[in-house]
């Protein structure tokens, strides 16, 4: 929906409002117009029923305001005397409408001095239990959302069983565009395969202001680009219509910034022809083939784990058994395996040819060798000729949402011949630091602004799963940071401290208070 459709769509909703209570309105001591203007009635209506006017905000409040909805019709009734189960009931399936039965055919008694207080221990709990899901879908929403890592596409900067806090704040929160969902579940109702919002209504892209740019090298969270189409690479042309905020949520290092050339040379990343140097955190890793004589026994078992490999490794030929095949490993893996008897080289794999799974699948490019390719800046404009359409098709159909047609050498978008583009939004090139087991830019390209999720600040928590069945914390994990300067540094012990200090100061405090109160 646009703005404009908001706006028609609002000011229906306060002349379904008006309509229903007016009477009540006027039943409370108010005059009829003030059910009539906007935002306003709400304020009022908090006055009415006896709750704090601060309630009118959460009204606003895309996913909050389902939960508040339905309290403000069931205090509206108890405000007139109607606290009967089968009252709340009816208003409740009724989506409100039961009001308006109250308002056109039952006497009004409007009972100014009630008590809000829950009437039994249940209706407290209900209460209590709304207020928890309300305050905690606002920090999830706008403030920090925990995240698991999934995969391992960040090894060794991120591990697979991370769990993060991460900062909605930093970039900006965005405003949830699905505004009918249920709170704090992203596309899936747990432990079912049904989906938890529905598409429409839909609330156009905004942000609240950021506290920092994306940096080149952050570690972002954001939604999958391509996760509308119905199997990724596949052919078929079915499409699944996924809203943005509900497309699966990936994590990955931001490599390219708006207006960046980028290139990929032998596994290395080149910005506008400069290499790019990671973080003293960041350890990328590649696949390796290590070459062994044969005839030196080699304890590959306690190497793995020293070096910490947790992707598949095997020999290339179990026969021969010559040849080590190694899906990732980092440059001080590689050097520490050469100095090891028995193995005569250790050769990093380079994809050379063309791989047409690579975007935009039309180049010979693959995914060590890729490149050069313009990052789209927000009011830039571009060429646009057969030869450049596919890298931008995406952008100008599913991420700037204008009608694109192509007929012979002839490009029109919205009707219009166009021979050059000027883009909407600021786009992204996101890459894994495991860079042979990762799904990323060099797949489906650009990450649009209106994706971008949040920055990962924190690791409260490491579960190892090394898939033999034994399961462990990773201590020195625990209560990391995830960006900064030097090696990662758990802050654990001293949250125990400050943990184990606030009880014991908590505890001569209420000892004192007794002892003044005496």
């Known amino acids: 929906m646009t703005l404009y459709s908001w706006f028609v769509f609002f000011l229906v909703i306060q002349i379904v409002h008006f309509l229903g209570t007016w009477k009540m309105y006027e039943s409370a001591g108010r005059k009829r117009w003030q059910a009539a203007i906007p935002i306003y009635n709400a304020i009022v209506l908090m006055k009415i029923i006896g709750r704090p006017t601060w309630w009118t905000i959460l009204l606003f409040i895309p996913v909050i305001n389902l939960i508040m909805f339905p309290v403000v019709w069931v205090e509206t009734l108890r405000s007139f005397g109607r606290r009967s189960t089968i009252d709340t009931i009816l208003v409740i399936l009724t989506f409100g409408f039961y009001l308006y039965y109250i308002n056109y055919t039952q006497p009004l008694n409007y009972i100014a001095d009630r008590d809000t207080a829950p009437d039994h221990k249940a209706a407290d709990t209900v209460s209590s239990l709304l207020f928890a899901v309300i305050v905690a879908t606002i920090v999830h929403t706008y403030f920090i959302q925990p995240f698991t890592i999934p995969t391992s596409s960040l090894e060794k900067s991120l591990l697979v069983g991370d769990f993060l806090f991460v900062s909605k704040m930093n970039y900006g929160a965005r405003v949830p565009m699905t505004t009918v969902a249920m709170p704090m579940v992203h596309d899936t109702i747990p432990l079912t395969k049904k989906k938890s919002y529905l598409n429409w209504p839909q609330l156009p892209y905004m942000r609240f202001p950021s506290i920092e740019d994306i940096k080149r090298n952050d570690i972002v969270v954001f939604n999958w680009p391509v996760d509308t ?193 000027t883009f909407d939004q600021n786009y992204y090139w996101m890459m ?49 940071t995830v960006s900064g300067e030097g090696q990662p540094q758990s802050y654990f012990k001293y949250f125990l401290f400050a943990l184990v200090a606030f009880f014991i100061g908590e505890y001569f405090w209420k000892k004192r208070k007794a002892k003044t109160e005496i």
Do not use: M
């Open 229 to 421: 189409v119905y199997k990724f690479r596949d052919k078929s042309g079915l499409r699944v219509d996924k809203p943005i905020d509900k497309k699966s949520n990936y994590v990955k290092r931001c490599v390219g910034l708006p207006g960046d050339n980028l290139s990929i040379k032998d596994g290395l990343i080149y910005i506008d022809g400069k290499e790019l140097i990671l973080p003293e955190r960041a350890k990328p890793q590649y696949s390796y083939k290590l070459a062994l004589d044969g005839k030196t026994p080699i304890d590959f078992e306690t190497l793995f784990k020293e070096l910490d490999i947790t992707d598949p490794a095997g020999f290339l030929d179990d026969q021969k058994r010559d040849t080590l095949f190694i899906s990732a490993l980092t440059a001080a893996g590689a050097e520490r395996f050469k100095q090891v008897p028995g193995i005569t080289s250790v050769t990093r794999i380079i994809s050379k040819g063309a791989e047409k799974s690579v975007f935009p699948h039309t180049k010979n490019w693959n995914q060590d060798n890729y490149g050069p390719i313009y990052i789209p800046q927000k009011g830039k404009t571009v060429a646009l000729n057969l030869e450049t359409l596919p890298f931008y098709k995406n952008i100008i159909t599913d991420y700037e949402n204008k009608k694109l047609e192509v007929n012979g050498t002839e490009i029109r978008i919205d009707g219009k011949v166009a021979t050059n583009y």
């Open 432 to 480: 894994g630091d495991n860079r042979h087991n990762s799904e990323d830019s060099r797949y489906w390209g650009f990450v649009p602004e209106n994706h971008i999720v949040g920055k990962p600040i924190f690791i409260w928590l490491s579960w190892d799963t090394n898939g033999k069945g034994i399961n462990k914390i990773r201590w020195d994990r625990v209560f990391t």
